[in-house]
């Protein structure tokens, strides 16, 4: 009887996981494009990218918010960046993403021994409270898809979830502009720039700097935010309520 081979390492599974995982992405984006948003999941590049904010406050431990985390692309960088001590909640509304980010974390080998420190929500962030404030924030979301009042809704939760100080990192495709003119739909197109200025509002008050990421298909451009001391202007506070019908 000859032995069974098991020589398959954990950076092998780590590997099969993020091969299975773009897939998967390719699939729920032919079932759902409005919620998925993208063909791919994000590139190594722009996964580099987004979590600067985690990098930027190194040395000690942070609480983290990774929205819309897809099959993980974002995660697994994250993963390996988080301090020692450091918490990260994931969220993610999709229901067959959420149990391939849970696999994830019950079985990469850079989280033995800690995986308790990390959870996944199936939920909309919108609705998300673990009762606790976040040092970073990291959204994949398809904000491209939205209309005006989620956006609203959303950016104004992340302001709330921020702690004063906290820092957001969110990405939009590039040319998306471009793309918006040829929508046969007026409605559409309409509402294209209108969930355009709303960012846009929003990069105007909390914007600390923009980084164009080429080596993405599609090339993309990351806008970090930052939530400021004291208390959250009263603009942002009332507009993210009335969006979510608070």
Not at 25 to 34: H, Q, S, W
Not at 38 to 58: D, F, M, N, Y
Not at 116 to 144: Q, T
């Given at each position: 009887?000859h032995?069974?081979?098991?020589?398959?390492?954990?950076?092998?599974?780590?590997?099969?996981?993020r091969?299975?995982?773009?897939?998967?992405?390719?699939?729920?984006?032919?079932?759902?494009?409005?919620?998925?948003g993208?063909?791919a999941?994000?590139?190594?590049?722009?996964?580099?990218?987004?979590?600067?904010?985690?990098?930027?406050?190194?040395?000690?431990?942070l609480?983290?918010?990774?929205?819309?985390?897809g099959?993980?692309?974002v995660?697994?960088?994250l993963?390996?960046?988080?301090?020692?001590?450091?918490?990260?909640?994931?969220v993610?509304?999709?229901?067959?993403?959420?149990?391939?980010?849970?696999?994830?974390?019950?079985?990469?080998?850079?989280l033995?021994?800690?995986?308790e420190?990390?959870?996944?929500?199936?939920?909309?962030?919108?609705?998300?409270?673990?009762g606790r404030r976040?040092?970073?924030?990291?959204s994949?979301?398809?904000?491209?898809?939205?209309?005006?009042?989620?956006?609203e809704?959303?950016?104004?939760?992340?302001?709330?979830?921020l702690?004063?100080?906290?820092?957001?990192?969110?990405?939009a495709?590039?040319g998306?502009?471009?793309?918006?003119?040829?929508?046969p739909?007026?409605?559409?197109?309409?509402?294209?720039?209108?969930a355009?200025?709303?960012?846009?509002?929003?990069?105007?008050r909390y914007?600390?700097?923009?980084?164009?990421?080429?080596?993405?298909?599609?090339?993309?451009?990351?806008?970090?935010?930052?939530?400021p001391?004291?208390?959250?202007p009263?603009?942002?506070?009332?507009s993210?309520g009335?969006?979510?019908?608070?």
């Amino acid at each position: 009887m000859h032995a069974t081979d098991d020589s398959t390492t954990p950076h092998d599974h780590v590997l099969g996981q993020r091969a299975a995982g773009g897939w998967m992405f390719l699939l729920e984006a032919a079932r759902d494009m409005r919620t998925t948003g993208a063909l791919a999941p994000s590139g190594r590049a722009l996964a580099h990218a987004l979590t600067e904010p985690v990098r930027s406050q190194a040395g000690r431990p942070l609480s983290v918010l990774e929205a819309g985390a897809g099959t993980g692309s974002v995660t697994r960088s994250l993963i390996h960046q988080l301090p020692t001590g450091s918490r990260l909640d994931i969220v993610e509304a999709n229901p067959r993403f959420t149990g391939r980010l849970r696999d994830l974390v019950r079985t990469h080998p850079h989280l033995a021994g800690r995986s308790e420190r990390i959870r996944v929500h199936e939920a909309y962030v919108e609705e998300l409270d673990v009762g606790r404030r976040y040092d970073a924030i990291i959204s994949a979301l398809p904000f491209a898809n939205f209309d005006p009042r989620q956006i609203e809704a959303i950016m104004g939760r992340y302001l709330e979830l921020l702690r004063p100080g906290g820092l957001l990192a969110y990405f939009a495709y590039r040319g998306t502009r471009r793309a918006r003119s040829l929508l046969p739909s007026r409605n559409q197109a309409r509402r294209h720039r209108a969930a355009e200025e709303v960012l846009a509002d929003y990069r105007r008050r909390y914007a600390t700097g923009r980084s164009t990421v080429w080596a993405n298909l599609p090339p993309a451009d990351v806008w970090h935010l930052r939530r400021p001391a004291g208390s959250l202007p009263a603009a942002s506070r009332t507009s993210a309520g009335a969006a979510a019908g608070w």
